[in-house]
């Protein structure tokens, strides 16, 4: 993580911002920076491309995404397929009732 954090210290936007005496960029919003600049620079090159159909190739782009990138995980916090137990009353509540 450390060594992530220091390598974005060499990403040009942040090297101008110390360059320049101004607060660097968190590394969260860097991150994402660089997250969209390879989306777009994917999606330029598949408008770009030569191939007749470019149209195809960003199906098979969107496939492979869909296929091998995301990943969407069951959440734990959710009681979905969880035993839940007895559900009975305990004896503090049974009490409670009483009164």
Known sequence: SLM????????PAQLARIENKLPAFTVGSLAEKIKVEGLLSTFKNIIM??????IERFKEFAKALEKDVIHLYPSKK???????????????????RAA
Do not use: I, Q, W
């Open 49 to 54: 491309s030569d191939t007749p159909t470019p």
């Open 78 to 96: 959710h009681m979905v397929n969880r035993d839940l137990g007895k559900l009975e009353a305990t004896p503090a509540l049974k009490h409670r």
């Open 4 to 11: 992530v954090d220091h390598s974005l210290l060499f990403h």
